[in-house]
């Protein structure tokens, strides 16, 4: 096959047509793509730093789902928090209802009139003699002896039976009776009391009943009821307070993570808030020093969840924060990897019109350089 030959002029001319047709093609493919480098070949120094600023942002970008997701556990836990306020403000209203209805104390008053004489000497009441000595039991608790000494007063004697714990003493007068003077012994927290004669028979002899029985308080039974029911209720609200399988309030541990490395997170302890772990007992609603520890208890329980909300709400915070500086940070890698790559599509436009009219250009010194041949053709005509 023979080749083609080509003047100088004309190969200089395809030449030339050629490398614009290139130049086209390749301005063609960075505005279909938008990018000016599309490959290594390009420009393999901004190819690799883009690409690793956009791995960074991808990397990141997929840590951004766990934070949220980690925004929705504390979320979560919050609201728990708020349902079990409620329930335990609840139990509060139904330890203070059964507290003012154990206002009852045991108490009795003795049928004996005590004479001015006898209470300025106890050996002159008819029965006692020196030593005598009864005990009182308070609720469960049994005092110690209550001795009557020889030539002791009334006053001694209400000293030594205040001084029991749970015991009030106190000589009353018989309002018909002008002048009249009666040993009246009471409960103060609405115990039972008892009265054991142990040395002669004292508290016979002061005309005392031995067994001086407490009020018990009104709705005690349906109060420690609906006590019982509450604390139940606590115990079962706090297995539905999770999310996605973490419940802080359960005892889990939420923990996210923040960088591509792992080497920054945050990990929040849980806390069991059942009523175990809140510190509520069963309800003893007998006696007014027992109703009173159960609203301490509730006080340490709502402080505590006012501490377990604050300390979450602190968390919440830094998990937000650093959700926002993680997205904002996204945005700046993509930024920058755009920057290396982008193409400037004016620019390219304006190269590819400047290619065009080149080319147009091109062609038209190629018809010219034919024509030399044309005239050597004109000859042979």
Same mark, same amino acid.
């Given at each position: 096959m023979t080749a083609v030959t080509l003047t100088a002029a004309m190969r200089a001319n395809l030449l030339s047509l050629q490398g614009t047709a290139q130049l086209m093609g390749q301005t063609q493919f960075r505005l279909s793509t938008g990018n000016k480098i599309n490959s290594a070949l390009d420009n393999p120094s901004s190819f690799f730093a883009a690409q690793g600023l956009n791995n960074r942002a991808g990397d990141l970008a997929a840590l951004l789902d766990g934070m949220g997701q980690a925004v929705q556990t504390l979320k979560a836990a919050?609201?728990?928090?708020?349902?079990?306020?409620?329930?335990?403000?609840?139990?509060?209203?139904?330890?203070?209802?059964?507290?003012?209805?154990? @206002?009852?104390?045991?108490?009795?008053?003795?049928?004996?009139s005590f004479t001015a004489a006898e209470m300025a000497d106890m050996d002159t009441v008819a029965g006692v003699t020196a030593d005598d000595a009864f005990t009182i039991t308070v609720g469960s608790t049994v005092s110690a002896p209550v001795v009557v000494a020889a030539n002791s007063t009334m006053a001694t004697l209400l000293t030594n039976l205040n001084a029991?714990?749970?015991?009030?003493?106190?000589?009353?007068?018989?309002?018909?009776?002008?002048?009249?003077?009666?040993?009246?012994?009471?409960?103060?927290?609405?115990?039972?009391?008892?009265?054991?004669?142990?040395? *002669?028979?004292?508290?016979?002899?002061?005309?005392?009943?031995?067994a001086l029985t407490g009020t018990t308080p009104a709705n005690k039974a349906a109060n420690e009821a609906s006590y019982a029911t509450l604390l139940t209720q606590i115990n079962q609200?706090?297995?539905?307070?999770?999310?996605? *399988?973490?419940?802080?309030?359960?005892?889990?541990?939420?923990?996210?993570?923040?960088?591509?490395? *792992?080497?920054a997170s945050l990990s929040v302890a849980g806390t069991t808030r059942n009523a175990s772990g809140l510190g509520l007992n069963a309800a003893d609603f007998s006696l007014t020093s027992t109703i009173d520890t159960n609203l301490s208890e509730i006080s340490t329980a709502l402080a505590t969840l006012r501490s377990d909300a604050s300390n979450y709400g602190n968390n919440l915070s830094v998990i937000q924060t650093r959700q926002d500086f993680t997205t904002n940070l996204v945005n700046v890698l993509k930024d920058g990897a755009s920057a290396l790559t982008i193409a400037d599509k004016n620019e390219e436009g304006a190269n590819m019109l400047a290619?065009?009219? @080149?080319?147009?250009?091109?062609?038209?010194?190629? @018809?010219?350089?034919?024509?030399?041949?044309?005239?050597?053709?004109?000859?042979?005509?």
């Open positions: 919050d609201e728990g928090i708020k349902g079990l306020t409620k329930l335990v403000e609840q139990a509060k209203a139904v330890a203070q209802s059964a507290r003012s209805d154990a @206002s009852g104390n045991a108490s009795i008053t003795g049928t004996h029991i714990t749970g015991v009030k003493a106190e000589l009353v007068s018989d309002t018909g009776n002008s002048g009249q003077f009666f040993l009246k012994i009471s409960s103060t927290g609405g115990q039972t009391l008892d009265i054991t004669e142990t040395v *002669g028979n004292l508290g016979a002899d002061f005309g005392l009943s031995l609200y706090i297995k539905d307070t999770g999310y996605r *399988g973490v419940n802080l309030l359960n005892g889990d541990t939420l923990k996210t993570t923040f960088n591509e490395g *792992g080497t290619l065009q009219t @080149s080319q147009q250009l091109g062609i038209q010194a190629l @018809s010219l350089a034919s024509q030399a041949n044309q005239s050597v053709l004109r000859l042979f005509q």
